[in-house]
């Protein structure tokens, strides 16, 4: 800023999320509205997580975004939905110390600065834009003294990126579809707080660091037009699987949970599959970890371990505890050891990371 111009900045941080029932599909590209509804476990901001700083003051020509240090365009349409629904919703600021007084009718005229971390590699594939996305909105809706209560906030964060919306809230998240063509119901809801189920342990084995070939965006909206299997699931399957899911985590029931977050996983990819030209976002590697996972629940006769696979190929591993855990990261490391892969395990929910 310049001399005697005054900046206000607001810094805010939001940890990623993991679907275990998946969001696959829109009915509405430009509000981002899902074709059913979807159930994730937000995770310990100390791993996965971004932090966004905002910045607002009269000597910014521009609004200007930076990710990890280098400027980002800001042209996109999804961030340009977020910033004007939270500068709709501006109300008036007031820093005594630093004598700013913002009128919520000035806000329009001031432009903002944004920059934003992730505490993990971009590159990994791993869901950044649902973090990166929450943060924004929230952490804008906190310089711009924004009153809206966190259903409401996470419908913004929504037009961002469908998945960010699940991000708004700790623990256990429900993004409920809606009804309405407006998207005023399509939010999220939380149905448990972080401490409800503190013993599973997320592992997150990391089977590549390549980007992506097909972007979840381009994905999903070829596999609404193009595979029958999408429109059953989201009709018949996933309001049944929601409800039995929804009691699972209520009882912490894992044997119950786990085995609808293999079947949700192995459905979405079977959707890709299905898709034509088919998507293929798992690889060797993460098939034989999902026998890995599979043979064991087996010997054991009850699942000892849930995998998840979003729109990558590296592997969600659930525990139910912190002996599961161990056991895993030992088969893990007995199975891919180190010097000939590529694989790297990150332990979440937990201090320590592997890798
Ligand atoms: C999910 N995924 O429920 C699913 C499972 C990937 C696989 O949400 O177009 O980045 O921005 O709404 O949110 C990834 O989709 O897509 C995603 P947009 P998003 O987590």
């Known amino acids: ?28 590209e430009a509000l981002i509205l899902p074709v059913n509804d979807s159930i994730s476990v937000t995770l310990d901001p100390d791993h996965l997580s971004a932090t966004t700083t905002v910045a607002v003051s009269p000597s910014f020509p521009s609004d200007r975004m930076w990710l990890n240090g280098k400027e980002i365009s800001l042209s996109g349409g999804r961030f340009q939905s977020c910033l004007r629904e939270i500068r709709k919703r501006a109300q008036n600021v007031e820093d005594e110390k630093k004598g700013i007084r913002i009128k919520k009718e000035d806000w329009g005229k001031l432009h903002v600065h944004i920059a934003s971390y992730n505490n993990f590699p971009t590159a990994a594939g791993l869901a950044s834009s649902a973090a990166g996305l929450a943060c924004f909105v929230f952490t804008l809706g906190k310089l711009m003294n924004v009153k809206e209560d966190c259903g409401e906030l996470s419908s913004i964060a929504r037009q961002g990126s469908g998945s960010a919306c699940r991000s708004i809230y700790g623990g256990f998240v429900k993004w409920c579809m809606g009804k309405n063509n407006d998207g005023s119901d399509s939010i999220a809801v939380q149905l448990a707080d972080e401490t409800h189920w503190n013993d599973l342990v997320i592992i997150i084995a990391v089977v590549s660091s390549k980007q992506k070939e097909t972007s979840s965006t381009s994905g999903m909206r070829d596999s609404v037009e193009t595979s029958p299997l999408l429109q059953y699931r989201a009709q018949t399957v996933v309001p049944e699987r929601v409800l039995k899911m929804e009691e699972a985590i209520k009882s912490r029931n894992f044997e119950s949970f786990a085995r609808l977050t293999c079947a949700d996983s192995n459905q979405f990819h079977a959707v890709c599959l299905d898709t034509s030209p088919p998507i293929f976002y798992m690889n060797d590697t993460s098939h034989r970890i999902i026998s890995l996972v599979e043979k064991w629940n087996q010997s054991e006769g009850t699942p000892q371990v849930a995998y998840t696979f979003d729109a990558g190929p590296n592997a969600v591993l659930i525990a139910p505890n912190r ?9 893990l490391l007995y199975y891919f050891p180190p010097q ?4 790297r395990s990150y332990m979440v929910g937990d201090k320590s990371i592997l890798s």
């Open 340 to 343: 000939d892969n590529d694989l």
């Open 1 to 28: 800023a310049e001399e005697g111009q005054w900046v206000l900045m607001a810094t805010g941080r939001s940890p990623t999320n993991i679907a275990v029932i998946k969001y696959w599909g829109k009915r509405d």
């Open 323 to 331: 002996k599961n855990a161990t056991l895993l990261l030992q088969k």
